[in-house]
């Protein structure tokens, strides 16, 4: 697997993106487009949050037919909690796009993020998509803008995109996300946007999205809160000209690796843009019973609010690890966990079968000091693993969230 | 029901407490106790957390027999991820206490309160123990400081005490509450010690606990953070002299009414104190389908990140709210769901059946400016109803966590 230098979703073969600033946000980019020269198989995981933004309706409405052309997303609004207007909203903008690029409005994903509960300003997106659509591009410009109309208090674009063979066939993978609060996925994320030109069955690709959004996206943290807009979407165009894949085809394994690792990249790329976030913190669970009881408790350490705060303050409090553990609702017996924190500049241990070892408070600060800490947990109860990622809890995050709006 | 003013866990007849300095935290006291004259009646709810500390570890042991006459707490450390030898230190605490006292060493409880994964210095205790039993005391003075004996970032104590009468008879209730991080109780609480001298079965005492919590405790959060040493302990030495209660004594409703509001006062003085707390945020759900769904509901939004910095914000971002409904796990439907914020200046609606209501922004300034803000949620999907009781998150909520240990 190659890792392409400033890759982005228009890094595979036929995919055409864009970005414009049409007036939702104060200023800067707000409205993106992807684009396929010809229908993509396509597959998309979205929010289990009950109250559903209007966008993401639209979204599982009109996979009945997996086949889509065109994904536009606006940020600075998420259209969500608006009722009827909303739907209409959306309805409006897949049939501009529809009609402007000479295609079925069914055919277009739409999505959006940005405050709950505004009126969409769906004037303003419909000029835009105008102005827009005539500028979509195949250049790396065409990706980076399109990557930077999606975010809103992100503070760095989100981008990758990776080159694979498959029997012989060069097939890319790029992708863009957006985070970079409310992040606390469920079965899905925050906006990410996947391209490739692989050849792949619809069925199969969903099926893969589906598992690696449980080991990338779904163990991300940054504050407990899932949001309603939440979307990851994969649009295969199978222009490489690969052989098309399904699970039995020689070199699936070759794809299913560099998927995961686009949409794992994305997703800590996302934690370390989280709001306010001056720490990167991975959290590894070895040793646990079920790999879903590795999931809940790597990811119940990365949520909590007194670990994150520690870190923020550089504490080696790791009695709050330990708590984190034991309310996730996974079982374990306490008496044979371990526990290192390790970063670049060395690694302590905390806890040794249970029992507490005695540290070097200096040599912790030094250890903690850095950006990138990791937790490795040992239980000791069977042979599965899983990592998450999450990041700190600073002034910064209460400054930006208590005055979103404004 | 009468409220006792400047009320303790002394109160209520037969009781006597104290609290003393025996130098394990920097200053101030930390070590308290409760001792009734006779045996008492007694229940306890206690954590949920795998994650159990030593002193509740014992207390679960002990409480076999349920008739209890002391409880030694102290602050500072608590006791957690200690091993063998924290077990081995509730034992001797327990057994000094005993000794000293003349009781049974099993017939005392024990809790601790603190930084997790510290040896706990138990030879402070132990001296501590040998100066405070000759002092210990009947007064207003010796329930205040028992009280505060058992603060840590605690910035006010928490009692109260009322008094009812039952056939004639006058019965007390006093109790006194310690926050005020990691608190996100479940099926328990962080550390509350209620004291009456009514004549009460011990089953239907614990039962009543029981009963209480899932409303009163179990509805407030601070942080999401449950952790490893919450409980509530009631003794009951029924020197009030009234007929001994059971579920069906004339009366048992007066009595109950009276022990919800101690205990639901304990959990609101603690929410009012949450660490950094600026805002007093009290969540009500109507109109639910069953009393699950409106605890969850109701608790789904005082424990949101996002909830608690706009309050903190004082910014009407009712979005976040429903956002934390639609994740919360309770099913309803979002286009029933209205949403009304108020106080004492004034009231917003937000959203009435599921559709966006206009509000002047102004005006929602002027609501949320205020320190005590309801949000009132209805649902219309049946008649069930709960309250949950929150805070805000504030720039010193990350300061005090940031830095706790040192």
Known sequence: MKIIKNGYVTTPKGFKAGGYACGIKKDGLDLGMIYSEVPSATAIMATTNIVKAAPIVWCKKVMINPMKQAVIVNSGNANACTGEQGMNNVLSTAKSVGETLGIDPESVL???????????????????????????????????????????????????????????????????????????????TMLSFVTTDAAI??????????????????????????????????????????????????????????FDYVHKTLAKKIIRDGEGATKFMEVKVRGAKTKDDARILAKSVVTSSLVKTA????????????????????????QKVSLVFSSQAGMITLLNDGVPITFDEDEAKKVLSETDITMTVELQEGDEKAVAWGCDLSYDYVKINGDYRS
């Open 110 to 188: 739409v999505a959006s993020t940005g405050v709950i509960g505004v009126p969409l300003p769906v004037d303003n997106i419909l000029s835009g998509i105008k102005a827009l659509i005539p500028n979509l591009g195949f250049s790396q410009e065409d990706g980076l803008s399109a990557a930077q109309a999606i975010l809103t208090t992100d503070t760095v674009i989100k981008t990758i995109a990776v080159e694979i063979e498959l029997q012989g066939v060069k097939v890319k993978i790029g992708g863009m996300a957006k985070g970079s609060g409310m992040i606390h996925p469920n079965m899905a």
């Open 201 to 258: 069955e619809a069925d199969v690709l969903q099926n893969l999205l589906k598992e690696t959004t449980l080991d990338s996206y779904n163990m991300i943290s940054v504050d407990g809160d899932t949001s309603t807009n939440d979307m990851v979407t994969v649009l295969a165009n199978g222009m490489a000209g690969n052989i098309t894949l399904t699970e039995k085809t020689p070199d699936y394994e070759i794809f299913k690796e560099a």
């Open 311 to 334: 870190m923020f303050g550089e504490d080696a409090n790791w009695g709050r690890v330990l708590c984190a553990l034991g309310y996730s609702g996974a079982p374990f017996d306490p």
